[in-house]
C-alpha cells in the first residue's frame, strides 16, 4: 500500500489519491517533498560509499543528478564528513 500511496507502483484495482491528486501523476510533490518516509529497519547499505548511498536516495527521490551533486557537496560539509568514497561500513 505505501508503494501505492508513494507512486512507485500502480493498484491493481481502485486507485489512490494523495491531498486530491493521484501519485506520480505530475502534479504535486508525491512522491517527493510532500510525503516522508521513515523505514523501521536501517536502510543503509554498508558495501556503498557515502557518495553511492546518497546518490542512491537522491535517485529514489527523483532528484536530477545535477542537484543530487550539490547536495552531496552541502552534506559532506554539513555534517563534516569524511571523504566521499569511504565505505559505510567504515563509519563506525
Excluded: H, W
Amino acid at each position: 500500500m505505501l508503494r501505492c500511496i508513494v507512486g512507485r507502483i500502480s493498484p491493481k484495482s481502485g486507485s489512490v489519491l494523495v491531498f486530491g491528486l493521484r501519485p506520480g501523476g505530475g502534479l504535486g510533490e508525491v512522491p517527493g517533498r510532500d510525503v516522508g518516509y521513515m523505514p523501521q529497519d536501517i536502510s543503509i547499505y554498508e558495501d556503498f560509499t557515502i557518495e553511492e548511498t546518497l546518490r542512491y536516495f537522491g535517485k529514489i527521490n527523483r532528484l536530477d543528478s545535477g542537484e543530487i551533486s550539490k547536495r552531496i557537496e552541502f552534506l559532506l560539509k554539513f555534517l563534516d564528513l569524511p571523504t566521499k568514497k569511504r565505505l559505510v561500513a567504515n563509519l563506525r
